[in-house]
C-alpha cells in the first residue's frame, strides 16, 4: 500500500518542509509491527516527489481479534489495500502537513496551493468507476483510474476488482491530504477499529472547507459514520443529509462488526437503498423482510418455521410477532452471529405480542438435519448467491424432497436491475456473491426445481420497479403439491 505526492512548478522544493522531512534522509519507523517508509524520489525547487509505503505484519492484523484462531484471516487483502489502516499508519509520519503547522518560516506556505498530482492504491472499493470519479473530480481534480488485467486459468471475472488511482490538480498539501484520510476509506468502506462520536470531529476536521459543497456529501459521511445513530447524531449538529443516498454500496453492515462473523443474508450489499423521490428512502431489506413476513402471514399453515442462513437473526425476529406461528428455528452456521442472535431473541423476552421466540441453531445447507424435516415453511433470504450454482440443485433436491416444507421463499437478486444501480457489466452486489442470475435465468431454475420436487411456484419481484429492468429482488415462493393416494 502506497502514496505518491508530486509536486510540480515554482517552489515546489517547498513541500518537504511542509511535510518536515528532509529530501536527503530517508524515513523509516516500525511501530506495532508496521514498517512505514518516506522517500523523495525527485527533490528540487521545479519538481518534488515523495513514496510513502507501509508494510503491516500480516499476523499483526489479525493477533488478538475474535476470528485470530480462523485460517482466512490470514488470507485477506488487508496487507495490501490502501484503506483506512494505511492511513492510521502514515498518520504521524504526515502529522506536521495534516495538521499545517512546519516551521515558522514556511507558514505562509501552508495555504499555497502546487501543481500536484497523487497516485495510491491498490484500493479495493464497490464503488462503480463514476462514482470514484465523481468523489474526485468535484474536488477539482483529473482523475485516472486504472484496472489490472487477471488472468485466470478457470472462470472468474477478467477484471480486477481493485483500482489504482491517479489525481492532477491544484490544491494545498494540507487539504489534498486531509481529503485524502477522508475518502480512501470512503473508497474501501471498511474501518479496522470501533466507529464512534469521534469519527464524527475527523469528519469536520478533514471535511472543512470543502466537504459541505461536495455534492456527494451524504455518501461520504454515511460511509464513513456507518451507524445509523451516528449518521442521526451528525444530522442534528449539520443538519440534514438532503442528498439522496446513492444505491452503492451504502453500508457493509448495519452494524460494525467482524464480516466473517455475520450471515450472508445480514450482509448488506450494492442494492443497499431502493428509493422513491416521493417517500423517504427505504433499505431493499427491509421491504424483504416485510414481503416475507406479509406471505407468512397469509399462509394457512405457518405454526413451524424455519429461517436458513438467519444470520443475527433479525427476519426471525420479525416472524415472532406473527399470529399462529408456534416455533422458529433460526439456523446459521457462524457462531458470531448464532450469539448476535441470541442476544437480539434475548430483549424480546416478555414483549408485547411476541408469539413465539426464536431458537438459535446451528446447522448448514450442505449437511442434512433432520430437525429441518416437514416444516410449515422454509426461507432462503439472499442465501442462494453465496453458494456455488453448480451446488445448489443437489441442495435445493435436499430441501424440496427430503425437508418436503410446506411451503419454500426464496429470494434473490435480479441481475437485469444491478444496471439501474450504474454498476460495471461484471460486478456483483456483493464481494460474496458467486452469481447473480436474470429473472428468466431464475424462472428456469425454478421451474427445473419445482418440477422434481413435486412443487409448484411463483415468482414476484421486491423493490422499486424500473420498466425493462423489474425490481432488484426476486422472490420465489414453492408450494407442495398435494400426494396424489393409488
Not at 83 to 88: D, G, P, T
Not at 158 to 187: D, E, Y
Not at 434 to 448: P, Y
Amino acid at each position: 500500500m502506497h502514496l505518491i505526492l508530486k509536486a510540480s512548478g515554482v517552489n515546489a522544493g517547498v513541500v518537504s518542509h511542509l511535510l518536515a522531512k528532509n529530501p536527503n534522509s530517508v524515513y523509516d519507523r516500525t511501530d506495532k509491527g508496521v514498517r512505514v517508509r518516506m522517500v523523495y524520489t525527485k527533490a528540487s525547487e521545479e519538481e518534488t516527489e515523495v513514496l510513502i509505503h507501509a508494510e503491516p505484519d500480516p499476523v499483526d492484523l489479525v493477533r488478538g481479534t475474535p476470528d485470530g484462531y480462523d485460517i482466512t484471516q490470514y488470507i485477506n487483502d488487508r496487507e495490501f489495500v490502501t484503506s483506512s489502516l494505511f492511513c492510521s499508519y502514515i498518520r504521524n509520519a504526515l502529522g506536521t502537513a495534516l495538521n499545517g503547522k512546519p516551521k515558522e518560516d514556511y507558514v505562509q506556505w501552508v495555504d499555497h496551493a502546487f501543481e500536484l498530482e497523487l497516485k495510491f492504491g491498490p484500493v479495493a472499493s464497490d464503488l462503480p468507476d463514476r462514482v470514484v470519479e465523481e468523489l474526485f473530480s468535484c474536488l477539482g481534480y483529473d482523475i485516472t483510474v486504472e484496472r489490472g488485467e487477471s488472468a485466470y486459468s478457470f472462470d472468474l471475472k477478467n477484471r480486477s476488482t481493485v483500482r489504482h488511482i491517479t489525481l492532477r490538480g491544484k490544491q494545498t498539501v494540507q487539504q489534498a491530504l486531509r481529503q485524502l484520510f477522508l475518502l480512501i476509506p470512503v473508497l474501501d468502506n471498511y474501518k479496522h477499529y470501533f466507529i464512534s462520536e469521534d469519527e464524527i470531529d475527523k469528519i469536520n476536521r478533514y471535511g472543512e472547507g470543502w466537504l459541505d459543497v461536495h455534492p456527494l456529501k451524504g455518501l461520504i459521511v454515511r460511509r464513513t459514520l456507518h451507524f445509523a445513530e451516528l449518521i442521526r447524531t451528525y444530522e442534528r449538529q449539520h443538519g440534514a443529509l438532503d442528498d439522496q443516498p446513492l444505491r452503492v454500496g451504502q453500508q457493509r453492515r448495519e452494524a460494525q462488526g467482524d464480516q466473517k462473523g455475520e450471515s450472508k443474508s445480514d450482509q448488506a450489499t450494492t442494492e443497499e437503498v431502493t428509493v422513491d423521490s416521493s417517500e423517504t428512502p427505504v433499505r431493499l431489506n427491509d421491504l424483504r423482510y416485510r414481503a416475507i413476513t406479509d406471505i407468512v402471514a397469509s399462509l394457512p399453515e405457518k405454526r413451524r418455521i424455519v429461517d436458513m442462513g438467519a444470520g443475527e437473526g433479525k427476519l426471525s425476529a420479525r416472524l415472532a410477532y406473527i399470529l399462529g406461528v408456534e416455533s422458529i428455528l433460526a439456523v446459521e452456521p457462524s457462531g458470531q452471529s448464532r450469539l448476535r442472535a441470541m442476544e437480539r431473541f434475548a430483549k424480546m423476552q416478555d414483549r408485547a405480542g411476541v408469539q413465539a421466540m426464536p431458537e438459535p441453531m446451528l446447522g448448514s445447507l450442505f449437511y442434512f438435519d433432520e430437525q429441518l424435516q416437514h416444516q410449515d415453511v422454509m426461507i432462503l433470504c439472499e442465501v442462494i448467491e453465496h453458494i456455488e450454482a453448480y451446488r445448489l440443485n443437489g441442495i435445493m433436491e435436499t430441501i424440496l424432497k427430503e425437508y418436503r416444507p410446506q411451503v419454500l421463499l426464496v429470494t434473490t437478486p435480479n441481475k437485469e436491475y444491478n444496471e439501474v444501480y450504474a454498476m460495471e457489466q461484471e460486478q456483483f452486489r456483493h464481494h460474496d456473491h458467486r452469481f447473480e442470475w436474470t429473472r428468466e435465468e431464475f424462472n428456469g431454475r425454478c421451474a427445473e426445481w419445482a418440477e422434481k420436487g413435486n412443487y409448484d411456484y411463483e415468482i414476484r419481484g421486491i423493490g422499486e420497479e424500473k420498466e425493462g429492468y423489474g425490481q432488484p429482488t426476486q422472490l420465489a415462493m414453492f408450494t407442495r403439491r398435494k400426494e396424489e393416494h393409488v
